[in-house]
């Protein structure tokens, strides 16, 4: 089965994801964490969490790349036949195709896809999309906070000064930039206002 739990920025997504991992890894069951290479934050291979969990991904995926095929090879290199659990970090990374791989490779195995469902202009991912028409499961990950206290929904670009950004490219990695992302409510992103 093909699952995609979303969730705001702020949500403990990755926490989720490596606490859940953690549970299958301890039952000896084979299982592959991978990132979309897009995401460099923690440096290339390291899937981090805000809450301070972290690991070592064993498989990083440019856009082009064959997720199938890599993983084959990965099994191969640590000598057993094929993983039965798959978890990806950041997947709204994905391209449209990687995801109809994904979709094509869970009839025989269990992917637990965790990212974002909209940028910081409230717009779709790539892989987002593809995951919301073809995941079997789709669940949100909750907790995300405005400062407010309401829920967070919209993921939002500020500046150095707090300053709402609402135009630019859709992938600003923020260790490159003087940017950060934040969860805020839908009205304070409508509005523009980051903090109290
Ligand atoms: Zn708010």
Redesign the pocket.
């Known amino acids: 089965m093909l699952y995609f739990y979303y969730g705001v920025m702020g949500s403990s997504k990755t926490a989720q994801l490596l606490m859940k991992r953690y549970n299958y890894r301890q039952l000896g069951l084979k299982v592959a964490l991978v990132k979309p290479a897009v995401d460099t934050r923690a440096g290339a291979r390291v899937v981090f969490s805000r809450v301070g969990l972290k690991a070592e991904a064993e498989l990083v995926v440019g856009p082009g790349h064959s997720i199938r095929e890599q993983l084959l090879w990965l099994a191969a290199q640590n000598a057993h036949s094929d993983y039965q659990y798959v978890f990806i970090d950041e997947a709204q990374f994905l391209s449209e195709r990687q995801v109809e791989e994904l979709a094509e490779m869970s009839d025989r195995l269990d992917i637990f896809c965790y990212g974002l469902k909209t940028d910081f202009r409230g717009q779709f991912f790539p892989g987002s999309t593809a995951l919301l028409r073809l995941a079997e499961v789709i669940e949100e990950v909750p907790g995300g906070l405005?400062?407010?206290?309401?829920k967070?929904t919209m993921n939002t670009r500020v500046d150095q000064q707090g300053r709402v950004i609402k135009e630019g490219e859709q992938v600003l990695i923020d260790n490159q930039t003087a940017i950060r992302y934040i969860g805020?409510?839908?009205?304070?992103?409508r509005k523009g206002?980051s903090h109290g």
């Open positions: 405005c400062w407010c206290g309401k967070a805020l409510c839908y009205e304070h992103w206002i």
